[in-house]
C-alpha cells in the first residue's frame, strides 16, 4: 500500500482530527482549464478523452498541479454506464449528451444487460489503475458514479431534459417498468463502484444530479431506494482503510435525513441551504461536503474569501466538513478564481480544526 501523504480528505470525511479543512471541486478537471481543452482537442472527442487512460490521468491531474487540492477525482463521465450498456453514447456540439438507442420500452429494458466493469468498462479501471500509479500517494482518488435515477433520466429521455416528460410519464404509467430499470442499474453500479475501488479509488461519490425533480414520495420510490442499495452493496473497506461513500443530491435539501440514514458518510449540499443548518440536523452522523454557489467565482477576490468565511463559520468547529463547490465549475471561470477559493479555504479552515 502506498503510503498517503495528504490524507486530510478522507480523515474529514470520517470526522477524524485535521489541521485545516480540505477542498476538491466537482468539475475541477474541465473547460475552464486551457490546459484541459488542449489535450481535449489532441484526444478528439470527449469520450476518446475518457477511453484513453494516460490522457484520462493527465487531466485528472492538471487541477493539482495548479492548486493545493486535497483529492483527485477520476476524470470519467456518469454516462459511461449506460453506454456499456448498448446505449450509444455521444457528445453533440453545445447540446450535451445523447444516446442513438435510447430506452422507450418494458421490452428495451428487459434487452438491458450488466455490463463487466473489466470488459465494456475497463477503460475506466485502465484510468484508476494509471492515475493512483501516478499519484503515489499525494493525494487520495475518488472514484464516482451516477445514482440510478439521474442514469433513468438520460437513457429514457436520450439527453439532458428539463421536463422529464418521458421518464416520468413512465414512472406514473408503467412504474414496473422503471423500476426494473433502476434494478438492473444499481446492480451495475454496484460492480461499476467495487471494480473502481478494487483499481485504487479510495473514495466513492454517489451524483444523483436530478433527484431534485422528484416529489417526496417518488424521491424515495425511485431515487433513494436504489442509492441505498448501492449504499449496502459497496466496498466500505480496502487496503487496511475505510473507503467512504458520499451521496449528492442537487435540490435535495429536504431529504437530508432520509439520505443520511442510508449509511453513508458523507452528504454533499449545493447552495440552496444554510451549511449551519445541514450540520445541526445530520452533523453528528455524517460529514458534509460543499457548499457555495458556483457562481461566486464570477465575483471578486474579496467576496470569494468573504464567501469561503461565512460557510467555514457556518460549519463551525471541529472535523467533519469537506468544501467545495454545490455544483460543477462553469466553463467561463477565470482559473485565477479558483486558486483564490483553495488558498483562502486552507488559510481561513486552520481556524476551525486542532491536531491534538
Ligand atoms: C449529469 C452529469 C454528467 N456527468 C457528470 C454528471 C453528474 C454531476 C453533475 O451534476 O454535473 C459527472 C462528471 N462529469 C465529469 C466529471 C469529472 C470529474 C470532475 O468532477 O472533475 C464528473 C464527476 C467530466 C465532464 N463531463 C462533461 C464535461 C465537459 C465535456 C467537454 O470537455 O466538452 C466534463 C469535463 C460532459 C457532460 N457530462 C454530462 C453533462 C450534462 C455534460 C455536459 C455536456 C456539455 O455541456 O456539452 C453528464
Known amino acids: 500500500m502506498t503510503e498517503l501523504k495528504n490524507d486530510r480528505f478522507l480523515r474529514a470525511l470520517l470526522k477524524q482530527p485535521v489541521d485545516t479543512t480540505p477542498i476538491w471541486i466537482m468539475r475541477q478537471a474541465g473547460r475552464y482549464l486551457p490546459e484541459y481543452r488542449a489535450t481535449r482537442a489532441r484526444a478528439g472527442s470527449f469520450m476518446d478523452l475518457c477511453k484513453n487512460a494516460d490522457l ?17 477525482i477520476l476524470f470519467s463521465d456518469i454516462l459511461t454506464v449506460p453506454d456499456a450498456m448498448g446505449l450509444g453514447l455521444y457528445f453533440s ?3 450535451g449528451p445523447r444516446f442513438t438507442n435510447p430506452v422507450q420500452s418494458m421490452a428495451d429494458i428487459e434487452k438491458i444487460g450488466i455490463p463487466d466493469p473489466e470488459g465494456e468498462l475497463q477503460y475506466v479501471m485502465n484510468a484508476v489503475r494509471t492515475i493512483r500509479r501516478e499519484l503515489d500517494g499525494r493525494v487520495p482518488l475518488i472514484g464516482f458514479t451516477g445514482s440510478p435515477w439521474t442514469l433513468a433520466t ?16 413512465m414512472l406514473y404509467d408503467t412504474p414496473t417498468a422503471l423500476h426494473l430499470l433502476l434494478d438492473k442499474l444499481a446492480d451495475s453500479i454496484i460492480l461499476y463502484l467495487n471494480a473502481q475501488i478494487a483499481a485504487g479509488a479510495q473514495a466513492a461519490m454517489i451524483f444523483d ?3 431534485g425533480s422528484l416529489t417526496p414520495a417518488t424521491y424515495r420510490e425511485f431515487s433513494l431506494r436504489y442509492m441505498q442499495k448501492i449504499v449496502d ?14 451521496l449528492f443530491t442537487k435540490g435535495g435539501a429536504q431529504w437530508l435525513e432520509p439520505m443520511t440514514e442510508t449509511g453513508c458518510d458523507g452528504l454533499g449540499l449545493d447552495w440552496t441551504i444554510n451549511i449551519a443548518e445541514a450540520r445541526a440536523r445530520v452533523g453528528d452522523k455524517v460529514a ?3 457548499n457555495m454557489d458556483p457562481c461566486v467565482l464570477y465575483a471578486s477576490p474579496e467576496v470569494i474569501r468573504q464567501q469561503v468565511a461565512d460557510i467555514l463559520a457556518g460549519y463551525g468547529q471541529g472535523s467533519g466538513h469537506v468544501f467545495n463547490l454545490g455544483h460543477g465549475i462553469h466553463q467561463h471561470i477565470d482559473p485565477e478564481k ?5 488558498d483562502a479555504v486552507h488559510e481561513l479552515g486552520k ?3 486542532t491536531t491534538a
Open 56 to 72: 484520462a490521468c493527465e487531466v485528472t491531474l492538471q487541477p493539482l498541479e495548479r492548486y493545493a487540492l486535497d483529492a483527485a
Open 93 to 95: 456540439e453545445g447540446e
Open 154 to 169: 438520460y437513457m429514457v429521455e436520450g439527453c439532458s431534459s428539463k421536463e422529464f416528460a418521458k421518464i416520468k410519464g
Open 209 to 211: 444530479t436530478w433527484g
Open 233 to 246: 452493496g459497496v466496498t466500505r473497506e480496502n487496503d487496511g482503510r475505510k473507503v467512504p461513500v458520499i
Open 288 to 290: 458534509l461536503q460543499g
Open 338 to 342: 479558483v486558486g483564490v477559493l483553495v
Open 351 to 353: 481556524q476551525y480544526h
